[in-house]
């Protein structure tokens, strides 16, 4: 089971890098982000259980930055706030 485990974590990985590579997607898309979290998500939990430290941090960090992506990309689509940029001040100081 593990080892079926492990190669769909990797496949989902390879999937995504291979398509935005090919330009079939783009790094951001909700599919490459998906693919990248839940292959990670994957990786991560079966290196916890096997104590390979190295390769949780790895994947542990992968599947961090591939969810805040996608969660940033769902907040923006539904207007959440990192769809509005941040307002400047137009006034002027003076001394």
């Given at each position: ?67 805040w992506g996608l969660g940033a990309l769902l907040l923006s689509r539904s207007g959440g706030p990192s769809s509005r940029a941040p307002r400047r001040s ?6």
């Open positions: 089971m593990s080892d079926a485990l492990q190669l769909a974590g990797a496949l989902a990985v390879l999937a995504a890098f291979v398509s935005v590579q090919l330009g079939h997607m783009a790094p951001s898309s909700t599919a490459s982000l998906t693919l990248n979290l839940a292959g990670s998500a994957v990786l991560a939990g079966l290196a916890l259980h096997e104590q390979f430290w190295g390769f949780l941090l790895l994947e542990a960090v992968w599947a961090l930055v591939s969810a137009r006034r002027r100081l003076t001394p």
